[in-house]
């Protein structure tokens, strides 16, 4: 199991996740913040818990390539 997170308040809206995961994520018109797609937000935390094994490069990828470091990836 793959737990990703995004802490979305903290986000600079740089684009680099979308980029390298636009499966995982995507650009909001309304703030230009990063949205993790299909996550569940608590407290600011935006969450997945994902099977696909597929995903797991490209969003270690962005979590890599994220300046504030506000992208974390787990396997559990």
């Known amino acids: 199991m793959i737990v990703i997170t995004l802490q979305r308040d903290k986000c600079i809206g740089c684009n680099y996740c979308v980029e390298v995961a636009p499966k995982q994520f995507q650009m909001s018109k309304k703030d ?10 608590k407290k600011g935390f935006h969450t997945i818990k994902s099977s696909d094994y597929t995903i797991l490069e490209s969003c270690e990828q962005a979590e ?6 506000i992208i974390t990836v787990k396997e559990i």
Do not use: A, Q, W
Not at 32 to 41: A, F, H, Q, R, Y
Not at 64 to 69: E, G, H, S, W
């Open 32 to 41: 230009g913040k990063t949205v993790l797609l299909k996550s569940d937000n």
């Open 64 to 69: 890599k390539i994220c300046p504030v470091r």
